[in-house]
């Protein structure tokens, strides 16, 4: 009745590649790393580069065999989103997008084990408390720094700028940059994002997300959106969150490198890898569940400053249109997979918010 039967079909045939793409990228990623956990301690036997050396060659080893290995699902899911004509970009010039983000993250983890390593080494099994301080202290660094890895231009929209400085002393917050990021050289896919924390806190549009399918009045609400996650200081909760996981996580690193002689030995960073994959994949639920809350929070400050439920409602529609997205996923990907409310139920949201408030 919303998004029309021919496009939810069409969603849900598209759909069914990515799901199964990513089980398979999943259970290749876990056999890869069991196999160079199992094979690993070789290369431990033959480096002259000393222990804590050794350990971050072993790491920048692991961790290019894990893009090697996620890089052919990549490429597939590329193919298919060609195929659906929801990307235009050519294959050489997708492997090699967003290289400065993908610098900073193997930077970070790089870092990350060099400063956990030698603390292994210098306070034994209790390492975990300051490394999980680290491992905090590191993610917030890359939160802050995101921004500066994104080429943008500040948003030249005089109305949507009125309306940002208007939602901004509605929501309690002031000074926030409106920034856009072409993408529609690439692709029609439509998208807003809020990131960045003190000082580096912005917004940003997709160029594709202010032409058409897309009206003002959506525009608005997508604006009120991202303005809403600064004025509730999601991307500080974030951190905050990581860093209450972050201190079972290192101790289960701590638990399981014991059979390698602890992390303070190479033989042990291949486990580590292994580890952080399983942990990511058995704290999803928890943290997607956390990013819908975060997210439907959001949806809801922007109806109360926008007061256009009908705006969101068209939203919805249009994700659905440009991105094919499922409006009602299976359980399992919402569980998994789903940061954001399912499309049918941010429209369930508008409709009980314009009920309410008739």
């Known amino acids: 009745d919303v998004f029309g039967g021919e496009l939810v079909a069409r969603a849900e045939r598209y759909r069914r590649f990515p799901y199964a793409d990513w089980v398979l990228s999943q259970a290749a990623l876990l056999a890869t790393l069991w196999l160079y956990v199992r094979r690993g301690a070789a290369f431990a036997r033959e480096s002259s580069a000393g222990p804590i050396g050794t350990g971050m060659l072993l790491g920048m080893l692991g961790l290019g065999i894990v893009w090697l290995v996620q890089l052919p699902f990549g490429l597939a899911a590329h193919w298919w989103d060609r195929r659906y004509e929801l990307s235009e970009q050519g294959y050489l010039a997708w492997v090699f997008d967003d290289w400065a ?6 930077f970070s983890i790089s870092v990350a084990l060099l400063v956990v390593m030698a603390f292994a080494r210098r306070f034994g099994d209790h390492w975990w408390l300051p490394g999980a301080a680290v491992f905090a202290l590191i993610a917030t660094l890359f939160t802050f720094a995101a921004p500066y890895l994104y080429v943008t231009d500040p948003l030249e929209d005089a109305s949507l700028l009125a309306s940002a400085a208007e939602y901004e002393r509605e929501l309690g917050v002031s000074g926030i940059p409106i920034h856009v990021e072409v993408v529609s050289d690439a692709t029609d896919r439509a998208n807003a994002y809020a990131f960045g924390m003190g000082p580096s806190r912005r917004v940003v549009f997709w160029d594709t997300m202010l032409r058409d399918p897309f009206d003002p009045g959506e525009q608005r609400v997508v604006l009120a959106h991202e303005l809403a996650h600064h004025s509730q ?7 905050a969150w990581f860093t209450l996981v972050a201190l079972p996580g290192a101790w289960v690193l701590m638990r399981v490198t014991r059979r390698r002689g602890g992390l303070g030995q190479p033989e042990a960073v291949p486990l580590v890898l292994l580890t952080v994959v399983v942990l990511q994949l058995l704290l999803a639920p928890v943290g997607n569940a956390i990013s819908r809350r975060m997210e439907a929070e959001a949806d809801w400050k922007a109806l109360e400053v926008t007061r256009d439920p009908e705006s969101l409602e068209r939203l919805m529609t ?6 094919l997205g499922d409006p009602s996923p299976p359980a399992w990907v919402e569980v998994f997979l789903g940061t ?5 139920d941010r429209v369930a949201m508008a409709r009980a918010w314009a009920e309410r408030n008739r």
């Open 101 to 106: 983000v993908l610098a900073a993250e193997f």
């Open 318 to 323: 249009g994700f659905a249109e440009t991105s």
């Open 233 to 239: 200081e999601h991307l500080p909760k974030g951190m």
């Open 340 to 344: 954001h409310p399912p499309l049918g």
